[in-house]
């Protein structure tokens, strides 16, 4: 996924003979992530992303076909979540909100972005395969026991909510709570979803 604060500058970035297009392909994608990460998918226009990217609106709906198919090609979960995942399962609950907390400073623009915008279908279609696919059976593939499977979907329950608690409902509780207790505290009722207490 492109960096949320990387809008490329068009004059600073040479252009090679033939390349003009992928250039310009990348620079609305850079755009469309900053934007709608910051400002959400309903608060973001075409010519928002178009303007940010140097370029008109019409070249944006010939790259992307639409503003649903942008932000559907545009906006997934980042990597690092991905790789957090791939941790020890026996310290991947406080991995997971480790990775989380770590977010608060930075915000949380992706998420909400993404659960903002998913009563859009394909948005939605998208959303709800990924965090199944990054939450839930990546994880139930390195549990052992006859219920992983149940046992990864509570975990992406939990981190889900988490999630929505922070950058949705923005509960201030929790986004006073220090760093290091919201890991320990939320972080062993994930690891404790995972491979008991």
């Given amino acids: 996924m492109t960096d949320e604060n990387s809008i490329r500058d068009e004059a600073s970035v040479p252009i090679a003979p033939g390349d003009r297009s992928a250039h310009v392909r990348a620079a609305i994608r850079d755009a469309a992530v900053a934007l709608f990460s910051e400002r959400g998918y309903v608060a973001t226009g075409v ?4 303007k940010a990217a140097g370029t008109d609106p019409s070249i944006v709906i010939r790259h992307f076909g639409s ?3 942008l932000f559907v090609q545009t906006m997934s979960l980042p990597a690092s979540w991905r790789e957090a995942l791939q941790g020890p399962v026996e310290d991947l609950g406080r991995g997971v909100v480790d990775l989380i907390a770590s977010h608060r400073e930075a915000g949380f623009g992706l998420w909400s972005a993404l659960v903002r915008a998913s009563d859009r279908p394909d948005v939605g279609r998208v959303f ?3 965090v199944t696919s990054v939450f839930a059976e ?3 593939a390195r549990l052992e026991g006859p219920d992983a499977q149940l046992r990864a979907h509570l975990f992406a329950a939990q981190v889900e909510g988490l999630l929505s608690a922070l950058s949705i409902r923005e509960d ?5 709570l220090p760093h290091d207790e919201l890991v320990e505290r939320y ?3 994930l690891q404790a ?3 008991g207490p």
């Fill in 128 to 130: 709800k395969a990924s």
């Fill in 67 to 69: 503003k649903e198919a």
């Fill in 47 to 50: 010519r928002d992303i178009a």
């Fill in 187 to 189: 972080g062993a009722i």
């Fill in 172 to 176: 201030p509780v929790l986004l006073d």
């Fill in 193 to 195: 979803t995972l491979t």
């Fill in 138 to 140: 990546g994880v139930a």
